[in-house]
């Protein structure tokens, strides 16, 4: 199986899109603060929404490149080894 490098960037701000961050539109991918920036600009919570979504960034990240890979599992002995 291929390694998974992740999902493309944020068109406007560049940052790293992660699972459920992100939102693609005429060709352009946004991150969720991105768009919630383009569509509506007084946004209340809107420094909220891009710390949360820089903050998905860090923790996928460490998700993703925490893990071993390119390692066989460990299976059942062979039975005609004893």
Known sequence: MAK???Y???SHCEIECTPGNYLD?????YCTAC???HENPDHPDLDAIREKV???VTVWKLAKYS???YHLPV???SINKR
């Open 35 to 37: 768009w919630i920036q």
């Open 54 to 56: 820089q903050h998905a």
């Open 4 to 6: 998974y490098y992740g």
């Open 75 to 77: 299976g059942p002995k």
């Open 67 to 69: 893990r071993d890979e």
């Open 8 to 10: 493309r960037n944020c």
């Open 25 to 29: 539109y005429s060709g352009k991918r």
